[in-house]
């Protein structure tokens, strides 16, 4: 059992032991933890980032871009891919910021009401993290479709059955199979973030609710 538990348990069988289990002593408790789930959820966005960036250089790279889609357009795919990296690892970095910044504040706090504010702050940020990882996938995967339906060899021959009348079912079916795909890692990717952050963020409002208690 939890530290934690065992004071608030001593603390209500005596209301009276101030001495011996006092309200600072359980706030000290709630901002240790709280500290240091705060913490894990920097130390998990930085390793992910990284982790994306290892796989985007080794399967995404120029290589992968000439293989693809040839040197007659690798320079203005390549720029697509550019602006897209900038913009995913300025905002992540932004994030990675804030989620320091948010331990930082946390490791520092003196006050209780403080405390509260920073653990709603950091929940805050969470969120707004992971729909922006969300919504950032389904933009990519649309600009990706988009390049290959105007650049890609098979969907250029398709387009070019469409305009005789011969492919538009194979069109739709295509389209249907990449949304229904999509649809499936917008899940996976929810289910990850629920499993990993849903779980701190729980802890995180667990603390909240205690230190409430202690507020009133």
Same mark, same amino acid.
């Given at each position: 059992?939890?530290?934690?538990?065992?004071?608030?348990?001593?603390?209500?069988?005596?209301?009276?032991?101030?001495?011996?289990?006092?309200?600072?002593?359980?706030?000290?408790?709630?901002?240790?933890?709280?500290?240091?789930?705060?913490?894990?959820?920097?130390?998990?966005?930085?390793?992910?980032?990284?982790?994306?960036?290892?796989?985007?250089?080794?399967?995404?790279?120029?290589?992968?871009?000439?293989?693809?889609?040839?040197?007659?357009?690798?320079?203005?795919?390549?720029?697509?891919?550019?602006?897209?990296?900038?913009?995913?690892?300025?905002?992540?970095?932004?994030? #990675?910021? /804030? +989620? @320091?910044?948010?331990?930082?504040? $946390?490791?520092?706090? *003196?006050?209780? &009401?403080?405390?509260?504010?920073?653990?709603?702050?950091?929940?805050?940020?969470?969120?707004?993290?992971?729909?922006?990882?969300?919504?950032?996938?389904?933009?990519?995967?649309?600009?990706?479709?988009?390049?290959?339906?105007?650049?890609?060899?098979k969907f250029a021959s398709l387009m070019q059955r469409?305009?005789?009348?011969?492919?538009?079912?194979?069109?739709?079916?295509?389209?249907?199979?990449?949304?229904?795909?999509?649809?499936?890692?917008?899940?996976? #990717?929810? /289910? +990850? @973030?629920?499993?990993?952050?849903? $779980?701190?963020?729980? *802890?995180?409002? &667990?603390?909240?609710?205690?230190?409430?208690?202690?507020?009133?």
């Open positions: 059992m939890e530290e934690l538990d065992l004071l608030k348990k001593a603390w209500q069988k005596d209301t009276h032991s101030f001495q011996q289990v006092s309200e600072n002593e359980i706030y000290r408790m709630i901002h240790k933890r709280s500290s240091s789930i705060v913490k894990w959820i920097l130390i998990i966005s930085i390793l992910e980032f990284v982790f994306w960036n290892v796989i985007s250089v080794m399967y995404l790279g120029d290589s992968y871009i000439r293989k693809k889609y040839g040197n007659e357009i690798f320079e203005y795919i390549r720029e697509i891919n550019t602006i897209y990296n900038i913009i995913n690892y300025t905002v992540v970095a932004v994030f #990675i910021y /804030l +989620f @320091y910044r948010n331990y930082k504040r $946390i490791s520092a706090t *003196k006050s209780t &009401k403080q405390l509260m504010s920073d653990i709603l702050k950091t929940r805050k940020t969470v969120i707004y993290y992971v729909w922006f990882n969300i919504v950032f996938f389904v933009v990519g995967t649309l600009v990706i479709l988009y390049v290959q339906l105007n650049y890609d060899s469409i305009h005789n009348d011969t492919g538009y079912m194979v069109l739709c079916k295509s389209l249907g199979i990449v949304f229904a795909f999509m649809l499936l890692i917008v899940i996976a #990717i929810w /289910l +990850f @973030y629920k499993l990993i952050y849903g $779980i701190l963020l729980g *802890k995180l409002s &667990k603390n909240y609710k205690e230190l409430q208690k202690i507020d009133l």
